[in-house]
C-alpha cells in the first residue's frame, strides 16, 4: 500500500497483498479471539514446535467452502468481521 493511493487503490492493493501472502509458501493465518500468542505462566501459546504438517494439509485440501457473509452480527466469523473493519471484500479472507 502506497501513502499516494486512494481508498479504493489501497483497498484493492491490501487485499492482492493478502491473497498473494496466503498462496505464497509461508501462508497466512488468523488466530481466533482469545487465542494465546506467547507462553505464561498458565498458559503456553498455541504456536509450538510440533509437526504442523496435518494441520497445514488439511488446511489447504480440506478447507470448508467460506460462509456466506451474514448481516446477524451473532453469525459473523472472525474474518468477516475484520475484512469489514478494515474495509476489503469479505471473500478475501473467506479461504484463510
Not at 33 to 58: I, K, L, V, W, Y
Amino acid at each position: 500500500m502506497r501513502a499516494r493511493s486512494t481508498p479504493d487503490q489501497a483497498r484493492i492493493e491490501l487485499e492482492t497483498q493478502i491473497q498473494h501472502q496466503f498462496q505464497s509458501r509461508i501462508g497466512y493465518r488468523l488466530l481466533s479471539q482469545g487465542t494465546p500468542t506467547n507462553n505464561t505462566g498458565r498458559t503456553p501459546s498455541t504456536f509450538g514446535r510440533e509437526d504442523e504438517a496435518s494441520t497445514t494439509f488439511a488446511a489447504v485440501f480440506e478447507r470448508q467452502a467460506g460462509g456466506v457473509p451474514s448481516d446477524d452480527w451473532l453469525q459473523k466469523t472472525d474474518c468477516q468481521w475484520l475484512a469489514e473493519l478494515i474495509g476489503i471484500d469479505p471473500k478475501v479472507l473467506s479461504a484463510v
